[in-house]
């Protein structure tokens, strides 16, 4: 019975993309309707008025206002537009989901809310049309997270061609039903979920020669990349093309807080990787071994200064592991250091190139 039911279930398409109706529109409330009548699965969502209730709270912020009053508000807000008309139904096909959400800039007026005064007006309208690019989806979900939900930016691209395997989930958070969905896609959905106006586009080949100018390049050249991919050969080419356009390039080790800043904006003659890259042949990395590898990968992710339990690890591969490890609560600590970093880098609060260790095991002693 079970075969059977398996053997008629599609497989899960990549989407990760919401759909937008706005009801004041005949073509979409038809379209909305349609698709209610045909999957009858769908769950509707419609919180419209406490995002209403919360957006007067915030514009009057002197006293709190009576239940009356907000309601007044409300009503004058809306005018005579029917409730299901204001604003906009976001369809999620991948949950099979339909949430009715305010519009755009009131959206953004909410979600940011609290970040005022620590983010100021100015500045989230600047970080609104900042684009950031990332590759490497197992640290990058949590950075690609913490971006999304500070909302420093305006649009994310996301490169990696790499599933999601059960090993991963000590440090990628999701559920067991997303086994072997894109990483790339996964990090997608989920801002989606938390912000469906954030623009974002997957890469789901990862970065590769063919597509580097379209990552770096299209819809308007990354105001920041963000390199956490395992491959030497991608890691230089990467930076050569950063460093070709001035974006800067930040990166995050995943042990001891280590963040890397190149600062190719600033400074269009540093040599990549802080002059740590030796001159060597980009196609002859391909036919290499790790072990051949090791005395380039060295100096770039700075391996003589690792925490002794990832240099063991590192001689552990291919003996008891398979991969070297990396723990949740570095993941996470890398997307905050590098969240923070763009933050500033963007907001031009943070000039400098280099290397930079946020150590508990030296400050929490």
């Known amino acids: 019975m079970i075969q059977e039911y398996l053997r008629k279930q599609q497989d899960e398409p990549n989407d990760y993309k919401p759909v937008f109706y706005y009801l004041n529109r005949e073509q979409d409330h038809k379209a909305l309707a349609a698709l209610l009548a045909s999957h009858s699965h769908i769950r509707i969502h419609d919180q419209l008025h406490s995002q209403l209730r919360e957006l007067m709270k915030i514009r009057h912020p002197t006293r709190p206002l009576t239940p009356e009053e907000s309601e007044q508000k409300i009503s004058e807000y809306v005018g005579d537009l029917p409730m299901e008309e204001f604003g906009v139904w976001v369809y999620y096909p991948w949950s099979n989901r339909v949430v009715h959400l305010v519009e755009e800039a009131d959206f953004i007026e909410l979600r940011t809310s609290r970040n005022r005064h620590k983010i100021t007006t100015e500045e989230i309208a600047m970080l609104s049309k900042k684009k950031i690019g990332i590759v490497g989806l197992s640290v990058g979900q949590s950075i690609a997270l913490t971006l999304a939900m500070e909302r420093l930016c305006g649009e994310l691209r996301l490169a990696d061609f790499d599933k999601v395997e059960l090993t991963n989930m000590n440090r990628i958070r999701t559920g067991v039903h997303n086994i072997q969905v894109s990483k790339a896609v996964l990090a997608a959905r989920e801002i989606a979920e938390l912000d469906p106006y954030l623009q ?166």
């Open 200 to 365: 974002v586009k997957c890469y789901l080949d990862g970065m590769t020669e063919d597509n580097l100018d379209s990552f770096f390049t299209d819809g308007g050249n990354l105001d920041i990349f963000v390199e956490e991919c395992d491959g030497i050969d991608m890691k230089i080419l990467s930076r050569i093309k950063a460093k070709s356009l001035g974006i800067p390039v930040i990166m995050e080790l995943n042990d001891r807080g280590m963040v890397d800043i190149e600062r190719f904006d600033l400074e269009p003659d540093r040599p990549l990787l802080h002059g740590f890259i030796p001159d060597l042949d980009i196609a002859g990395l391909k036919g290499l071994t790790d072990a051949e590898k090791l005395p380039i990968f060295r100096p770039m992710v700075a391996i003589d200064d690792m925490s002794p339990r990832m240099k063991f690890s590192l001689g552990e591969i291919g003996k008891t592991i398979t991969t070297w490890p990396q723990l949740a609560s570095s993941v996470v600590l890398g997307g905050a250091i590098v969240a923070d970093t763009c933050r500033r880098v963007l907001l031009d609060q943070l000039k400098s190139s280099g290397r930079y260790y946020i150590d508990f095991e030296q400050l929490i002693v």
